[in-house]
């Protein structure tokens, strides 16, 4: 069976899935995104996940396609039609389809496109390895862009390099992974993760985390830090949308937490987890 995505108002099969070829998503990548995901059938996180497509499409001067309320509808359908119980859903919206032209068209239909992918996140987390790449990404990262070369690009070289993503790092500070927030924890057990600015995207996972962090009081430092800090950290994770709470155990070839996964970063992924099978919709 094919997978049915949704584009432009209609559930299809993605053979049958068109946008054209003027559309600025594709030529300007003119466009924003989410991506949801979706644990025993139920959305994690889904309100953050609007509110912030809200701010992105606001940022770049778009309207909202629909209400919140429409595109939760288009979400569920999608999983129910598509059988997913565990996996995402890719929501992508573009300024529309003109003639190309770096000026912003008026008036013109934008582009809605959602589809399904299937995961696995209960699996056995063995921790991923990490090395530092220079953040060459435009200054706008609070906004949810489709414009992911820079960050393919880090991720691919780190992959050639036999590990598994890059840490971002700016002026010395590092800034991101290629698509997850990062922290450290201290020796002393203080969870440290760079402050919400332009230079990384508010992760959605990233404030649920923190959240829950805080009320099993445990203690948060929001601040930039360095790829040595973090070497010298108790141990290090990512979190995402798609990956949850990940842990670090190698960053630059130095071994965190003894190579193995931090009690910390295991522990935040299970109150993750369980919250996020109470609060999902
Ligand atoms: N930073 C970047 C650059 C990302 O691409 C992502 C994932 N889209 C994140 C952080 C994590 O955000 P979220 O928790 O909302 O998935």
Redesign the pocket.
């Known amino acids: 069976m094919s997978r049915i995505v949704f584009v432009d108002g209609a559930f299809v099969p993605e053979e049958e899935a068109m946008v054209s070829v003027f559309d600025r998503g594709f030529l300007f990548a003119d466009a924003v995104y989410e ?1 949801t995901s979706v644990l025993e059938g139920r959305f994690l996180d889904f309100d953050g996940h609007m509110a912030r497509l809200k701010r992105s499409l606001g940022e770049l001067g778009m309207e909202e396609p629909m209400s919140r309320d429409a595109l939760f509808e288009i979400h569920r359908e999608l999983i129910d039609r598509n059988g997913i119980r565990e996996g995402c859903v890719y929501l992508q919206v573009t300024r529309g389809v003109a003639d190309r032209d770096f000026l912003f068209p008026e008036g013109v239909a934008q582009t809605v496109v959602m589809f399904t992918q299937a995961k696995n996140f209960m699996g056995e987390k063995k921790g991923i390895r990490v090395v530092s790449s220079p953040d060459i990404r435009w200054k706008r ?1 609070d906004v949810k862009t489709v414009q992911l070369l820079a ?1 393919s690009m880090a991720k691919t070289a780190a992959k050639k390099l036999g590990k598994d993503d890059a840490w971002l790092v700016e002026d010395g500070f590092v800034t ?1 992974g290629t ?3 990062t922290y450290i924890v201290t020796r002393k057990g203080r969870i440290v993760t760079r402050n919400l600015t332009n230079a ?2 508010p ?4 404030a649920s985390v923190l959240k829950l962090a805080a009320e099993h009081k445990l203690e948060i430092e929001e601040r930039p830090f360095t790829i040595a800090e973090a070497q010298e950290a108790a141990e290090a994770f990512v ?3 798609t990956s949850f709470v990940c842990p670090v155990v190698e960053i630059d070839g130095t071994e965190l937490s003894g190579g193995a996964p931090g009690p910390i970063a295991m522990r935040l992924n299970q109150i993750y987890i369980e919250e996020g099978k109470k609060a999902g919709i």
């Open positions: 991506v990262r960050a991101e698509s997850s927030n990384i995207l992760g959605i996972t990233r979190t995402s949308a």
